[in-house]
């Protein structure tokens, strides 16, 4: 299986900051990885898909980047409402995967 | 407007049954692949099984393969996981999420039903 390890697990910011989360993946998996944001007892949402495509109806201030083994989530400009937990995904190869997540907090 | 309802999640004894539903509308249900995710209580994401739109080829995480089988109506636009021999590991909330993709394969899911919990003990 592919191991999908999210870094950092935790991360404090304030609103209006520019933060990174990164996704590394334990062999190469081309641009075959998403993002999804999942807020308090509600489902994932999906933001990312393909690496660097923004799923329809997600803020600009969500992009992604990379390909093969390293990846990034970057948020703009913090929100309020975007301080919850993130997880990476890859498809690359059977069974998909997840990173452990990234809890973003309030600074 | 694409909605995932899951249904039939609740406590259950170790090595009990249990059948979860998955309603699906506003999609053409037979043309997606179908999966389940499950969370343990403050854990991460887990795959669990799929099922393919094509000709309903199946997929299941090891850990429950063996245990639990999945299957689709797409005539009642219902997705299911028949779930036997429960373990206490087993205890989460289950999702039932539409694949997206291209060549018939899913690579993200871009609807999630809102989660069904089961609770093995």
């Known amino acids: 299986d592919i191991q999908m390890t999210q870094s950092p697990s935790s991360l404090s910011a304030s609103v209006g900051d520019r933060v990174t989360i990164t996704c590394r993946a334990s062999?190469?998996?081309?641009?075959?990885l998403s993002w999804y944001q999942q807020k308090p007892g509600k489902a994932p949402k999906l933001l990312i898909y393909?690496?660097?495509s923004l799923q329809s109806g997600v803020p600009s201030r969500f992009s992604g980047s990379g390909s093969g083994t390293d990846f990034t989530l970057t948020i703009s400009s913090l929100q309020p409402e975007d301080f919850v937990t993130y997880y990476c995904q890859q498809s690359y190869s059977d069974p998909i995967t997840f990173g452990q997540g990234t809890r973003l907090e309030i600074k | 407007e694409v909605q995932l309802v899951e249904s039939g999640g609740g406590l259950v004894q170790p090595g009990g049954s249990l059948r979860l539903s998955c309603e699906a509308s506003?999609?053409?249900?037979?043309?997606?692949?179908m999966h389940w995710v499950r969370q343990a209580p403050g854990k991460g994401l887990q795959c669990v099984s799929y099922?393919?739109?094509?000709?309903?080829?199946?997929h299941y995480a090891d850990s429950v393969r063996g245990r639990f089988t999945i299957s689709r109506d797409n005539a009642k636009n219902a997705l299911y996981l028949q779930m036997n021999s429960l373990r206490a590991e087993d205890t989460a909330v289950y999702y039932c999420a539409r694949g997206e993709g291209y060549g018939g394969n899913s690579y993200w899911f871009d609807s999630w039903g809102q989660g069904t919990l089961v609770t093995v003990s």
């Open positions: 062999q190469g998996i081309s641009t075959y």
């Open positions: 393909a690496a660097s």
């Open positions: 506003g999609f053409t249900f037979s043309a997606f692949n």
């Open positions: 099922i393919s739109s094509r000709n309903s080829a199946t």
